[in-house]
């Protein structure tokens, strides 16, 4: 009974551990070397999905969290959606953008890059939008 609990524990440090992105330990039960990085991994431009039209149509918002792995290329592989927004076609959106944008990969304490994890959150929020001219729209300057 102690060995199930030791080993059901084990598991669960290890699921929480890689949920956070740190190491877990090797099928010998060492812990995994992880390098240190002297640069994390960041997008090379803003992060700019674009907003499903019919997601506009049915005013659905959220916010997604995508962990993703960026390679020492900068190229994006194994992408999980880890928090849905609750609506798929955003879900969907934030999946399908982040799979081709290319990030600046982390850097070790060298200089080489280097993959690494990276947690990457993506909201659709629905502003009120202001008419156009409205924001323009001046009072006329009083002549003496």
Same mark, same amino acid.
């Given at each position: 009974m102690i060995n199930k609990a030791m080993a059901l524990f $084990? %598991?669960?440090?290890?699921? =929480? #551990?890689? *949920?956070q992105g740190q190491p877990v330990a090797n099928g010998?039960?060492?812990p $995994? %070397?992880?390098?240190?990085? =002297? #640069?994390? *991994?960041?997008?090379?431009?803003p992060?700019?999905?674009?907003?499903?039209? $019919? %997601?506009?149509?049915?005013?659905?918002?959220?916010?997604?969290?995508?962990?993703?792995?960026v390679l020492a290329s900068g190229a994006v592989a194994d992408l999980q959606l880890r928090s849905?927004?609750?609506?798929?076609?955003?879900d969907e959106a934030a999946m399908n953008y982040l799979s081709?944008?290319?990030?600046?990969?982390?850097?070790d304490a060298s200089?080489?890059?280097?993959d690494s994890l990276v947690a990457v959150p993506v909201s659709f929020v629905l502003e009120d939008q202001v008419p156009p001219?409205?924001?323009?729209?001046?009072?006329?300057?009083?002549l003496p």
């Open positions: $084990a %598991a669960l440090a290890a699921a =929480a #551990a890689l *949920a010998s039960g060492a $995994a %070397a992880v390098p240190s990085l =002297a #640069a994390s *991994a960041r997008p090379e431009k992060l700019l999905p674009e907003y499903p039209p $019919a %997601a506009i149509r049915r005013e659905e918002q959220g916010k997604v969290l995508v962990r993703l792995r849905s927004s609750g609506h798929a076609s955003l081709t944008a290319r990030f600046v990969p982390a850097r200089g080489s890059p280097v001219r409205a924001a323009q729209i001046k009072k006329p300057a009083t």
